[in-house]
């Protein structure tokens, strides 16, 4: 399955950490992962977003992190992939 993962980074220092902890353990279960993290620093929130939702629009399913609701970006691209009938899985749940 190709997978998304979606949570807080802006005024989260450890998002590196939490969002590559979220990446190995999909990448174990088989996932290919698209992780936004590894966008470059200097643009602006709506250039990331954009380059969000085309990631969003190569996968399958989006991994939402524990922090998401705290992001104004995680819950557009949550509501973005409901929009488009994605898989929506919640980081603690158990896996399917």
Not at 27 to 42: C, D, E, F, Y
Not at 55 to 83: F, P, V
Request: net charge negative; hydrophobic share 30%.
């Amino acid at each position: 399955m190709k997978t998304y993962i979606a949570g807080k980074i802006t005024d989260c220092p450890d998002y590196m950490e939490h969002f590559a902890e979220a990446e190995e353990q999909l990448k174990r279960q088989g996932h290919a992962v698209m992780n936004p993290t590894i966008l470059p620093p200097g643009f602006e929130h709506h250039e990331y977003m954009k380059v969000c939702f085309g990631m969003i629009d190569a996968c399958s399913e989006l991994y939402m992190l524990t922090n998401w609701q705290d992001s104004k970006g995680a819950r557009m691209e949550h509501e973005y992939a409901e929009e488009r009938g994605k898989i929506i899985r919640y980081e603690g749940e158990a896996s399917k």
